[in-house]
Nanobody, 115 residues
Framework: QVQLVESGGGLVQFGGSLRLSCAVS????????MGWYRQAPGKERELVAA???????KYGDSVKGRSTISTDNALNTVYLQMDSPKPEDTAVYYC?????????WGQGTQVTVSS
């Protein structure tokens, strides 16, 4: 059974820091890309950050320069560190895993940045 378990969301102070984790299990085959997306009310889901199995990293324009995506050595967990979050970072954050043949989504974790 595939499981993507996100943690680390909640209420965050403006200018503080945010760290999200996504523990992945049950996926057979190589996880080509591990990443984070977010969706704010009334907006489309957007890429926050993604990292490939070869180490290529891409950040969304809105978080570039203040976010870091990383994984553990076994590629079982993907992390998102965001420094100085802003109220506009408030959204539901989703873990996303892409393999060669399928795509998986976590259930989402709410992040609310207070001003």
């Amino acid at each position: 059974q595939v499981q993507l378990v996100e943690s680390g969301g909640g209420l965050v102070q403006f200018g503080g820091s945010l760290r999200l984790s996504c523990a992945v299990s049950g996926i057979i085959g190589s996880m080509n890309i591990m990443g984070w997306y977010r969706q704010a009310p009334g907006k489309e889901r957007e890429l926050v950050a993604a990292i490939s199995s070869t180490g290529y990293i891409k950040y969304g324009d809105s978080v570039k320069g203040r976010s870091t995506i990383s994984t553990d050595n076994a590629l079982n967990t993907v992390y998102l560190q965001m420094d100085s979050p802003k109220p506009e970072d408030t959204a539901v954050y989703y873990c996303n895993i892409k393999t060669r043949t399928w795509e998986y989504w976590g259930q989402g974790t709410q992040v609310t940045v207070s001003s």
